[in-house]
C-alpha cells in the first residue's frame, strides 16, 4: 500500500488550542481509519510543540486527506499549514523486508 508523509505546521503562538485538543485528537488518531505507522509532535527550538508529522499507508492520497481534514485540531484550527507527500519506507524498523 502507498505511503505518505502527513506535515502539520501549528500556528504561532497556538500551544494553549493545542493542549486543549489534545485528548480528542489522541483518540481521533487511535480510532483512524488509515494505517498509521507513525506518528508524533514535532518541536521549535525551544523545545515547544510546533506541529505533527504522521507516516501513513494509505490507498490513496484522498484517504490521508480526509483524515488530515477531520482531525480535531485541523477542525479547532490549530495548523497553519498541511502538507501531503507520497513517501517510501527503504531503510529501518518500518521497511519492508
Not at 494509505?58 to 507527500?85: C, H, M, W
Amino acid at each position: 500500500m502507498p505511503e505518505f508523509i502527513l506535515f502539520c505546521h501549528d500556528r504561532k503562538d497556538s500551544l494553549a488550542l493545542r493542549l486543549k485538543t489534545r485528548d480528542e485528537h489522541l483518540a481521533y488518531v487511535a480510532s483512524a481509519d488509515v494505517d498509521i505507522l507513525l506518528a508524533g509532535p514535532i518541536f521549535d527550538g525551544e523545545d515547544n510543540p510546533a506541529g505533527s508529522l504522521f507516516v501513513i499507508a494509505a490507498a490513496k492520497k484522498s484517504d490521508v486527506q480526509s483524515f488530515a481534514d477531520n482531525d480535531p485540531y485541523a477542525l479547532a484550527g490549530l495548523f497553519e499549514t498541511v502538507e501531503i507527500r507520497p513517501y517510501r519506507i527503504v531503510a529501518g524498523a518500518l521497511a519492508p523486508k
